[in-house]
């Protein structure tokens, strides 16, 4: 149940839980606030309100409360601390408004309008409704998410659950927790600006010193090849089973189950598209080419990525053959039956 409040706003506190790393310059904010004051509602839960102790606003050490709701008078090292007789610093929580509230107290609000919602029981409660109200804004970056998926899961939610809470594609909360396996220095930079977010993605999968070594060469032209090459290394290290399903999974079947939603261009797979064109042999980069409806295998650069990954796959799932070649055009040792069946080709 909610209801509506004027508190005191040294009585608010962050929540400690927030998934925001950072709040960004305040300074329009502020000035609006201070002219108009706060508008819109902050969103607080109960911190230590009701209880029988609070932390003083001044002192910073848990004190005693009395039954009126402020904080019985004391001192700190012999002298009287003015945080007597008044609330608790962490009498709130906010749950939707932390940049609100920063403004208002660098604007010198004394109080503020809040919405109370005493209807969050679990960490997890109160940790969707801060993704959800972040979403709407757009607010959170692609780590806080990830963070805030993460701790999620730690409070025992699946998945499917986090993304049904969250409204989130279940493939996006997949994607952002991913991002939480990437090399320090490597999040340290998506965090700054310095990598992009399909640049971080571009990385997944690689093994560190190979994310370490690859990542020196971001924001140049050599950067897309490199992560292209090192990621078909690393299929060439896999099983010729782990290719095939690999193809069908992520681009045969879905288009086979009637989902024919193209896939989100992303650069490095139009890399990858580059370099397998200039290894395959020419036989099934011709096939290839006319998979997907055009004579010239120059004009692959010209179809969306997504199409020609379906062309791939349609064309290696067509004949042995096919598969046989590319796989050894990725470095596979061939069996004398998979040899007899290229000779056949």
Not at 36 to 59: A, H, K, N
Not at 160 to 169: D, G, H, L, M, W
Not at 246 to 253: E, G, H, K, T, W
Not at 262 to 268: A, L
Request: with cysteine; aromatic share 4%; glycine share 8%.
């Amino acid at each position: 149940m909610a209801e509506l409040k004027t508190l005191s706003v040294r009585s608010i506190m962050p929540d400690p839980m927030n998934p925001r790393f950072d709040l960004g310059d305040l300074t329009a904010m502020t000035a609006d606030i201070r002219a108009d004051g706060l508008i819109e509602p902050l969103v607080v839960r109960p911190g230590s309100w009701g209880r029988p102790t609070g932390v003083c606003q001044d002192c910073e050490h848990v004190v005693e409360r009395l039954t009126t709701g402020v904080l019985v008078e004391h001192s700190t090292e012999g002298i009287p601390c003015p945080g007597g007789s008044s609330p608790a610093a962490d009498d709130w929580y906010v749950v939707a408004g932390h940049r609100r509230l920063a403004a208002s107290k660098a604007a010198g609000l004394r109080e503020v309008p809040c919405v109370v919602n005493n209807a969050l029981k679990t960490k997890a409660d109160v940790m969707l409704v801060m993704v959800r109200e972040n979403g709407h804004r757009r607010d959170l970056t692609a780590l806080e998410e990830a963070h805030a998926y993460e701790q999620l899961h730690l409070e025992g939610l699946t998945t499917v659950r986090i993304a049904e809470q969250t409204r989130k594609p279940k493939k996006q909360v997949e994607r952002r927790v991913r991002l939480l396996s990437l090399a320090p220095e490597t999040q340290e930079q998506l965090k700054t600006g310095q990598v992009t977010l399909d640049d971080a993605e571009a990385l997944l999968g690689l093994p560190p010193d190979v994310e370490t070594n690859v990542l020196k060469s971001v924001g140049t032209r050599e950067f897309r090849q490199e992560v292209a090459r090192e990621h078909l290394a690393l299929v060439g290290d896999a099983t010729d089973e782990a290719v095939a399903a690999r193809l069908r999974d992520d681009f045969l079947a879905p288009f086979l189950a009637g989902g024919q939603q193209p896939h989100k261009e992303r650069p490095v797979m139009r890399e990858i598209v580059a370099v397998l064109a200039a290894t395959l042999p020419r036989r099934t980069v011709r096939e290839w080419a006319e998979c997907v409806g055009v004579t010239d295998p120059g004009a692959l650069s010209g179809v969306p990525t997504f199409r020609v990954l379906l062309g791939l796959a349609v064309t290696v799932e067509k004949t042995p053959p096919g598969m046989y070649q590319l796989l050894a055009s990725l470095g596979y040792a061939t069996s004398p039956l998979e040899e007899t069946l290229l000779a056949g080709a």
